[in-house]
């Protein structure tokens, strides 16, 4: 069965960097892109963009450029998001994403991770 | 953009009632592209219905989504307990954007 598993809770300082990763296993992992997803405390979902599994091509949504990375090592089936210099504002859960299928909604997602930023 | 926005902020209801939620889109979203989803606290959300009518694998009949243009509604046959929880819209027939979210809370 198709799973999305994504490392634990972070607690970075301000300035720091944070690469998170999710993990896919149960179906051919080039064949779908993966999503991320923010959720800040207490606050409702944002779609950051998502990445090409195959080819490796990113898009990012406005707000989610320059400082956020989206990459993935194919051979540990294995996508990342990285952020860097953080802010506080930057404090969420972060959540990957699969579609079951071409430009569907969101059928499979990771348990998402927590992200903290404070001094 | 295409901007969701859901009504009510928060729907007050006791088990047994029935749960009509609303999305409003900023301009025509494609049926196709417009779909539901469950989040309660501490879990990831989780797809109930997808093509704006269609449920997802596994989901209760109870729940059912209707709608077109630029009006799309989620209703809730008969509330279970466990379906108190946070509810949201995502269209992607534009880039992808998630409503704002409605809370279905214990009456």
């Known amino acids: 069965q198709v799973q999305l598993v994504q490392s634990g809770s972070e607690l970075k300082k301000p300035g720091a960097s944070v690469k998170v990763s999710c993990k896919a296993t149960?179906?051919?992992?080039?064949?779908?892109?993966i999503n991320w997803v923010r959720q800040a405390p207490g606050q409702g979902l944002e779609w950051m963009g998502w990445?090409?599994?195959?080819?490796?091509?990113?898009s990012y949504v406005q707000g989610f450029t320059g400082r956020f990375v989206f990459s993935v090592d194919t051979s540990v089936t294995t996508a990342y998001l990285q952020i860097n210099s953080l802010k506080p504002e930057d404090t969420a859960v972060y959540y990957c994403?699969?579609?079951?299928?071409?430009?569907?909604?969101?059928?499979?997602w990771g348990q998402g991770t927590l992200v903290t930023v404070s001094s | 953009e295409i901007v969701l926005t859901q009504s009510p902020g928060t729907l007050s209801l006791s088990p047994g009632e029935r749960a009509t939620l609303s999305c409003r889109a900023s301009?025509?979203?494609?049926?196709?592209?417009l779909g539901w989803y469950q989040q309660k606290l501490g879990q990831a959300p989780r797809l109930l219905i997808y093509?704006?009518?269609n449920r997802a694998t596994g989901i209760p009949d109870r729940f059912s989504g209707s709608g077109s243009g630029t009006d799309f509604t989620l209703t809730i046959g008969r509330l279970e307990p466990e379906d108190f929880a946070v509810y949201y819209c995502?269209?992607?027939?534009?880039?992808?954007?998630f409503g704002q979210g409605t809370k279905l809370e214990i009456k």
């Open positions: 994403a699969r579609t079951l299928g071409p430009d569907q909604d969101f059928q499979y």
């Open positions: 149960g179906y051919i992992f080039t064949t779908y892109g």
């Open positions: 990445i090409n599994t195959n080819t490796g091509n990113p």
């Open positions: 301009q025509s979203v494609s049926s196709s592209y």
């Open positions: 093509g704006a009518s």
């Open positions: 995502q269209q992607h027939g534009s880039s992808r954007t």
